[in-house]
C-alpha cells in the first residue's frame, strides 16, 4: 500500500468510485490489498440495476457477481423499460433485501422459494394481460400462490411491499412487522389482520368500494384491536369514493389505542362527518392517547352550499392547534367537492387544481398558507382542468421539487384560457417556468383540438426548459411547434432523454432524427390499426440514426411471422452487438394489443 493510498479516508475513496461506473471500479481496485477490498465489500453491498444499459447487466453477470455476489445484500432490479434480469438472484446467496419493479408474475414463480428467506422484499407486478381491470381474478394470480410463499410460517420476511395479491385460504400467521400492500377487497383486509399478529406498520390501498356489500359484518370488528395490538403505523387508501362513511368509522374505532401515526386519503360521494373536525376528535382521534402524527387527506363530493369557513372552524380547536395538526380546505368548482389536506402536503400527487386552490383557509392562525414548505414532499402534479394565469404563478411559487407534470383529458374553458393568449412576450419569465420539472407527460386521450388549449399547451410545454421525459401526441407536436418551424422548441427538446410518442408513422421519424437527438430511450405507441407497424428495415435505421439511443419498443411487422427473436437478433448484430430482444403484445405503458419488439442495447 503506498504512503498517498494509506494517507487518504474512506471519504475520499468513495468519492473516487463516484467518478466512475461500477465495472471500472471492480476491475480497477478489485485484490489490490486488503483495505481497498474491505472497501469494496462494503461499496457492492448495495446493487441498483434498475436503468443500467444490457451491455452493462451482461458485464455484472459474467465479471462482476462471480466474483462479488457474495457480498450482495441489497438487490434492486426491473423497472419501466428493463430487460429480464431474475437470473442474477442465483448469483447472490447472501440477499437480505430484494427490490423487483414491473416483474411479470410468471418469471417470479420459480425465485418464491428464495423470496421466503428474505428479511426484506419489494414487488410491483405487472397486470396479467386477460384480466387489466381485476387481476386477481385473473387464471394467472390464482395459479401462482404468492399466499403459500410470502404469508406462510416458514417465511423470514419482516416487511413486504405489493401492489396486487390474491388471498386464498393458503394464507397463515407469519412474522410480517410492516406491509404496504393493493386489495380489491375490504373483506381481504381482515383476512390480513387474522394473520399479522406481529404487525406494526400497514399501509393498504383498496381498488374497488364493497364496503356496502354484505361481506363486511360487524363481527369482523370484534377483537381486532387485541389480534393486531402491536399495530402502532396505520395508512388507509381508497382509489374509488366511498357511498358513505360506515365502514371508515367502524375500522378506525376498532383499531389499537396505541395507535401513533395515522394517515387517511379517502374521498366520499356525499356529506360525511369526517369534514366535521369536531366529530373526527370525539369519535376517533381522542381514543389514541399516544397519536402524534396524523396525515389527512378527504375529498367530499358536495354542491357548494357549505361555506369553507365552516369547516375550517371545525378544525380549529385547541385539540387540533395544540398537536400542530394543520388542516387546509378550499372548493374544487370543476369536480364540485371539498378538498381537505393536512400541512405539509404527502408524498402523494397533487391532482385536480382548480381556482379554488387560491381561496383555500387554514385552521392555524397566522400561518402562510403559500409557504413551500408545506409543499416540499409533492413529486407529481395531475392536471385535469383549466389553470388561470394565477394559479399558475402560485404553483410555480409553491411547487419547488415537484418533477413530474401529469397533462389529462383538458376541457375548453374560454374563461380560463384566454388571457394566455395574450401573454406570449413573457415565455421566459421565472413566473412561468417550471424549472424542476423532469417528466412531462400529455395522455393519450388529451387529443388537441382547434380551440385555445393550443395555446396553453404550447406554453406549458415551453414552461418545462429542464425536462428530460416527454410523452406526447405526435399530432399535439405538430399543432404546437407549427409543424417544427417553431425554434423556441429546439433546445427543449435536445434536452430530452426518454420520448415516448402516440400515432407516429415511419413516414415521421426523420422529424425525430432531427429535433431529439440525445435520446436514449425511445416508445412508439399505436392506438388505432391504420398505424403503420415497423419492419426490421426501419429499426435498423432508428439505431443508426439516433446514436446514443439504449432502448426502443416499436409496434413490429413481423412479416407473417417470418422473424423469431433469434433471427431478428442474428441481423441486428451484424450491425451492433449485444442487444437483448423480446417480442410483446403489451408495452410498458399497457396501451396496445398488437405485436411489439422491445430491444436493449
Not at 474512506?10 to 485484490?31: A, K, P, R
Amino acid at each position: 500500500m503506498s504512503t498517498f493510498e494509506s494517507s487518504l479516508p474512506n471519504e475520499v475513496i468513495f468519492n473516487i468510485f463516484g467518478y466512475l461506473n461500477s465495472t471500472d471500479v471492480f476491475l480497477s481496485f478489485i485484490n489490490l490489498n486488503n483495505r481497498l477490498n474491505c472497501l469494496l465489500e462494503y461499496y457492492f453491498n448495495t446493487v441498483d440495476l434498475t436503468k443500467i444499459w444490457h451491455k452493462t447487466f451482461k458485464c455484472y453477470i459474467n465479471i462482476l457477481l462471480p466474483t462479488i455476489g457474495v457480498w450482495v445484500k441489497n438487490l434492486k432490479l426491473g423497472g419501466e423499460q428493463t430487460y429480464y434480469q431474475l437470473d442474477i438472484l442465483s448469483l447472490c446467496p447472501n440477499l437480505q433485501t430484494v427490490s423487483i419493479v414491473k416483474v411479470r408474475l410468471n418469471d417470479i414463480e420459480s425465485h418464491l422459494e428464495l423470496f421466503q428467506r428474505l428479511s426484506e422484499l419489494k414487488l410491483s407486478l405487472i397486470l396479467p394481460d386477460d384480466d387489466d381491470e381485476y387481476p386477481q381474478t385473473s387464471k394467472e394470480f390464482r395459479h401462482i400462490n404468492l399466499c403459500k410463499y410470502l404469508f406462510c410460517r416458514n417465511s423470514s420476511l419482516e416487511k413486504l411491499e405489493l401492489n396486487w395479491l390474491f388471498i386464498n385460504k393458503h394464507i397463515r400467521p407469519c412474522k410480517l412487522q410492516e406491509l404496504i400492500i393493493t386489495l380489491n377487497y375490504f373483506s381481504d383486509l381482515f383476512i390480513l389482520f387474522n394473520n399479522l399478529p406481529n404487525i406494526r406498520s400497514i399501509q393498504v390501498n383498496f381498488l374497488n368500494d364493497d364496503c356496502h356489500k354484505s361481506d363486511i359484518k360487524h363481527y369482523v370488528y370484534k377483537n381486532l384491536a387485541k389480534k393486531i395490538h402491536h399495530l402502532t403505523d396505520f395508512s388507509l387508501k381508497s382509489c374509488h369514493p366511498f357511498e358513505n362513511d360506515t365502514f371508515i368509522s367502524n375500522l378506525i374505532r376498532h383499531l389499537p389505542s396505541g395507535l401513533k401515526r395515522l394517515s387517511l386519503e379517502i374521498s366520499f360521494r356525499q356529506r360525511t362527518n369526517f369534514i366535521d373536525g369536531n366529530y373526527v376528535k370525539r369519535e376517533f382521534l381522542s381514543k389514541f392517547l399516544q397519536l402524534n402524527t396524523l396525515y389527512y387527506s378527504v375529498f367530499v363530493e358536495l354542491d357548494n352550499h357549505i361555506l369553507v369557513d365552516e369547516i375550517v372552524v371545525s378544525f380549529s380547536s385547541d385539540y387540533w392547534l395544540k398537536r400542530n395538526w394543520l388542516i387546509e380546505c378550499h372548493y374544487n368548482e370543476n369536480q364540485k367537492c371539498f378538498c381537505l389536506n393536512s400541512l405539509p402536503f404527502s408524498s402523494s400527487p397533487l391532482s385536480g387544481m382548480s381556482n379554488g386552490f387560491l381561496e383555500r383557509k387554514c385552521n392555524g392562525r397566522s400561518v402562510n398558507i403559500n409557504d413551500p414548505y408545506f409543499y416540499q414532499h409533492i413529486r407529481v402534479l395531475n392536471m385535469y382542468s383549466p389553470l388561470s394565469v394565477p394559479l399558475f404563478k402560485l404553483l410555480n411559487k409553491t411547487l419547488k421539487n415537484v418533477c413530474v407534470l401529469n397533462i389529462n383529458r383538458l376541457e375548453d374553458d374560454t374563461d380560463e384560457t384566454n388571457p394566455w393568449l395574450h401573454d406570449d412576450d413573457n415565455v421566459n419569465d421565472n413566473e412561468y417556468q417550471f424549472k424542476t420539472i423532469q417528466s412531462l407527460c400529455f395522455n393519450s386521450d388529451a387529443k388537441l383540438d382547434e380551440n385555445e388549449w393550443n395555446i396553453f399547451r404550447k406554453r406549458l410545454l415551453l414552461s418545462v426548459p429542464n425536462v428530460k421525459i416527454l410523452k406526447i401526441n405526435y399530432q399535439t407536436i405538430l399543432h404546437l411547434t407549427n409543424n417544427f418551424k417553431d425554434i423556441r422548441f429546439y433546445p427543449i427538446f435536445k434536452n430530452i432523454i426518454e420520448l415516448i410518442l402516440f400515432e407516429i408513422n415511419t413516414k415521421h421519424l426523420e422529424h425525430i432524427f432531427q429535433y431529439f437527438t440525445n435520446i436514449h430511450y425511445l416508445t412508439l405507441i399505436d392506438l388505432s390499426l391504420r398505424t403503420k407497424s415497423f419492419k426490421l428495415d426501419d429499426i435498423l435505421e432508428i439505431f443508426r440514426s439516433i446514436t446514443h439511443l439504449v432502448y426502443l419498443d416499436v409496434p413490429f411487422d413481423n412479416e407473417n411471422m417470418y422473424h423469431t427473436v433469434e433471427s431478428v437478433q442474428e441481423k441486428l448484430n451484424f450491425y451492433y452487438h449485444d442487444f437483448y430482444i423480446q417480442f410483446s403484445k403489451k408495452n410498458c405503458y399497457n396501451y396496445s394489443n398488437r405485436q411489439r419488439i422491445q430491444l436493449w442495447k
